[in-house]
């Protein structure tokens, strides 16, 4: 079992993810692969969202499951998302838009070792 984690995020964005939660119960994530809000992680109250066999549960934050498409993760299956909060209005169907910030999706690639380790070489 691999301990190396696809997806964390930052203090801030845990904070906003227990606020949400407070407000709308379980919430859920799922990286927009673009459209009406661009490539934006989005955040939905649990079961607003109807989650198809081709979206990836890449891990949790906050509690909160991380998904992302099959096909979009083809490309960013080498890259840990790191979700954080910036000052602004994100996506119109993502939760946080009413509290003044949007999610930000960061990312960084895998060493060789993490690479090994998650079975992509």
């Not at 407070?22 to 692969?33: L, N, T, Y």
Request: hydrophobic share 35%; proline share 3%; aromatic share 8%.
């Amino acid at each position: 079992m691999s301990v190396v984690e696809r997806v964390l995020a930052t203090e801030e964005t845990l904070a906003l993810i227990e606020l949400l939660q407070e407000k709308h119960g379980p919430v859920i994530f799922h990286q927009s692969g673009g459209c009406c809000d661009g490539s934006s992680p989005m955040c939905y109250p649990e079961g607003d969202l109807i989650l198809g066999d081709q979206d990836i549960c890449l891990g949790e934050i906050g509690g909160a499951p991380f998904y992302m498409h099959k096909n979009q993760y083809d490309y960013w299956k080498h890259t840990q998302i790191i979700l954080d909060v910036v000052e602004g209005r994100g996506g119109m169907f993502s939760l946080e838009g009413v509290e003044g910030k949007r999610f930000l999706t960061r990312s960084r690639a895998f060493s060789t070792e993490e690479l090994k380790e998650l079975g992509l070489i």
